[in-house]
């Protein structure tokens, strides 16, 4: 079992800045891809961000590229966590934004929710106009 606990999530400005940030509790978390999704009122979740288990591979959402950074440490002293920078924040990113994980080694990223094992509860974002 994986638990994810995600926090950073907060009120602010459109074009200013949030690091969103997730903790895993397994000490095998290199071995976890991981990824960011939102969720806005009457929406479904879509895909934001997404990590390979070693750090080497990223992918974007088209909405959020060059604005959004995903990053994680995997240093054996590390806290287990995979963070997301979002910066020059727009109204249209207020949402739930969700950790998840998934147990793969693999150089292919997945993209989909129902490829992930583990979910986070959500932290809200909310950007003001």
């Known amino acids: 079992q994986v638990q994810l606990a995600e926090s950073g999530g907060g009120l602010v400005q459109a074009g200013g800045s949030l690091r969103l940030t997730c903790a895993a509790s397994?000490?095998?978390?290199?071995?976890?891809?991981m990824g960011w999704f939102r969720q806005a009122p009457g929406k479904e979740r879509e895909f934001v961000a997404a990590?390979?288990?070693?750090?080497?591979?990223?992918?974007?959402?088209d909405s959020v590229k060059g604005r959004f950074t995903i990053s994680r440490d995997n240093d054996k002293n590390a806290k287990n966590t995979v963070y997301l920078q979002m910066s020059s924040l727009k109204p249209e990113d207020t949402a739930v934004y969700y950790c998840?994980?998934?147990?793969?080694?693999?150089?292919?990223?997945?993209?989909?929710?129902?490829?992930?094992?583990?979910w986070g509860q959500g932290t809200q974002v909310t950007v003001s106009s």
């Open positions: 397994r000490r095998t978390f290199s071995t976890l891809a």
């Open positions: 998840a994980a998934k147990f793969t080694i693999s150089t292919v990223i997945p993209l989909a929710p129902h490829e992930y094992d583990y």
């Open positions: 990590i390979t288990w070693s750090g080497g591979g990223t992918y974007y959402a």
